[in-house]
């Protein structure tokens, strides 16, 4: 006879769930399972979105702030390619300002990842005055690795929603 009873019991954060059965030559079986409850943390997003900044230093391409890709359309080589109201990036964007979009987000948010990496320990360096070099080849590692998905990616997804 398989007959199998389930017991819950908790306390705070802490739960068992007791099962007893008996063998058809009636011997008693018993499992017991223990689960500890925990908050879940919250979801860490690396990487938010894109924002175009018009306000943005004409003197660098892009920065990133708390998880966001700011594109300084106003520096010179963004703004011949987008236009100077960003009409080819915005209303009729190009493959050559799409591209170019691309570029810069990957160029800005591998580097950022490569930051962590070696902020989190993930990737050793041996000389802490070489920090900034040290980023810069562990960002063309990642770059040499997934630059091209990401890229294809980005465009992909622009030509979707905008071409």
Known sequence: MNIVF???????TLCGILAKTKTTSDEDRVAICKVKVIDKE????FFKDVKL?????PRKRARFSEGFVYIHV????????FGPNQERIINNPTRESV???????LNIALRQWAKKRIDDGIVDILNMNRKDEEIDLEKDRLERK????????LTAKYHSEKL
């Open 53 to 57: 900044d018009p306000a943005g230093d």
């Open 99 to 105: 591209a170019l979009l691309a570029d810069t987000v």
């Open 6 to 12: 389930l017991f819950l019991e908790c306390d705070g």
């Open 74 to 81: 106003l520096h010179p080589v963004l703004e011949y390619y």
């Open 42 to 45: 919250e979801s860490k997003v």
């Open 146 to 153: 997934y630059g091209r998905q990401i890229h294809q990616t």
